[in-house]
């Protein structure tokens, strides 16, 4: 149905000029684009974190599992826990983007209510019999501890400790102790929860066949936050905002600096005086000309813009970066303006739905760059260019949901959920995708190269190992990422151990100089492959940007080993996998970014180039 709809406005935009071509498909690419807002608008579940006095207030049994693995969680009732007395609520939620985090919320049974103090109470007990002790046993021994949530807040707290104290080097001690009570601290400002703490209590030895009787407490305090800065507390600015973090912004910025002037001493002195060098060989005579030594980039300007091989394959991926380089600064943007980081899943949630809307994008660059390099089956190209990211995620995510599942974990994500994220793509992302590749084809998918082609590939001369593409790639993505490591260091720590991100300003100054970082390398890179009379510079220009993916991958396995205590299949097997998503797409992105710079610059030298 799809491909059918699109042939046909694939034919009618062919049959109007420019401006009704583009503003038929615009008015269509809006329309679908109009229902995806829609939708994301009607799926939000939105609170006002308003309460009465005496309104229920929900203390939220969220995940449990071992400190140094933050990943490994498993349901807050996986271990003998007991609910208590109150069996119904009046509201419960989970987005999509907490369902794919592995959030698990659970209600407590803890009967709480705004402004109401609640005494010392025991709302529940447990038989500690064998299974149950081992159990426990266990997760104080791996260092378990659990996550709860009152009004979107998070409090955490341990399950229990050993010996004398929660000490590593006390694990052979016989004496495990676990704590049984619950003191909830409540702060609120007029109707508004602003600040929440737990405190356990209540150190009771562990011993099989013992009766565990489970208390709590809620002390509600007035409090000066107010509710626009009540999340303040669990962010770190002595970590985040440290010097190190400003001089290494100062210093990739000197490091633009100086490619940019590398850059225009190229294109101002070098390729000056090439043209020079270029003309007098013009003003020579056919005889001067084959007893001179020609050399240079002007001897494959017959090839320069001869395709590369494999188009389908490489145009798919120019039009995914596109698409992942406008998802990474509109989610940025979003972030900065209204401090998503703040609730449960709202980032994750808003980059689905902000690569739902953008697969114009990728159909639009894809699809022009695959008729330019004369591609003939785009309908084809448009498959794979939309299937490539989410194909390439879900296969990863599969592997670390067997995984998850084999250890039952909260990870492990929902059938439905499953559905949902299938549903997205088959219904949004590949209409937008079609719609884009049409817009592309039409609009800015004619060849126009300034060199015409030699029917004849111009065969490679011999060269030295570091001159050939391989070799040029690798280095091409040293300086990129020199300009972003230390920020690499900030956002590995927020995701894998318990920090929140929140200086997305420095991260959209990390981005606008990884993005100049990336273009200025390649179009050197691309000036010394061409000068080394080697016209393969396509695949070149992408892979010399996308090796930063390779360093970044390569740090990941120097912070697991020397930043992490991380242990066990489980957390070894997501680190990896996700570590190698987060790489791929920064390679996407870079290469993009590579290729985009080199193409422009190649065009640009050939164009201002006399040729007879």
Known sequence: FFVDLFLFLDCELNNKNKNERMTSALLFGLGVLFLVCTQHTTLADEHDHKYEQGEEVVLWMNTVGPYHNRQETYSYFTLPFCKGPKKSISHRHETLGENLQGVSLVFSGLDMKFGVDVPQTEFCTVELNHKNFKAFSYAIRKHYWYQMYIDDLPMWALVGDFGAGHNDQEKKSDKMYIWTHKKIDIGYNHNRIVDVNVTVGHRVELKAGITLHFTYEVDFKPSKITFGNRFDKY????????????????????????????????????????????????????????????????????????????????????????????????????????????????????????????????????????????????????????????????????????????????????FTTMLVVIAIWLFVVLPLTLVGAVLGRNLSGKQDTPCRIKPIARPLPEKKWFMQPWAISLLGGLLPFGSIFIEIYFVFTSFWAYKIYYVYGFMLLVFVILTIVSVCVTMVCTYFLLNAEDYRWHWTSFFAGASVSLYVYAYSFYYYFFKTKMTGMFQTTFYFSYSALFALALGIMCGTFGFAGSNMFVYRIYKNLKLD
């Open 235 to 414: 962010l770190d600015p002595h970590f985040f905002q440290h010097r190190i973090h400003w001089f290494s912004i100062f210093n990739s910025f000197m490091m633009v600096i100086f490619l940019v002037g590398l850059v225009a001493m190229i294109l101002i002195r070098t390729l000056k005086k090439d043209y020079i060098r270029y003309s007098k060989e013009n003003d020579l005579d056919d005889l001067e000309r084959d007893l001179g030594d020609e050399y240079g980039w002007k001897q494959v300007h017959g090839d320069v813009f001869r395709p590369p091989p494999n188009v389908m394959m490489f145009s798919s991926l120019i039009g995914s970066g596109y698409q992942l380089s406008l998802v990474s600064l509109c989610v940025i943007l979003f972030v900065i303006m209204g401090d998503l980081y703040t609730e449960r899943g709202s980032v994750l949630t808003t980059s689905i739905f902000v690569y739902a809307a953008t697969s114009p994008a990728n159909g639009y660059f894809g699809g022009s760059l695959y008729a330019k390099l004369e591609g003939t089956q785009w309908i084809k190209q448009t498959f794979l260019g939309s299937a490539l990211i989410p194909a390439t995620v879900s296969g990863m995510v599969l592997l670390v949901n067997m995984v998850a599942m084999y250890y039952n974990a909260s990870r492990a994500i929902p």
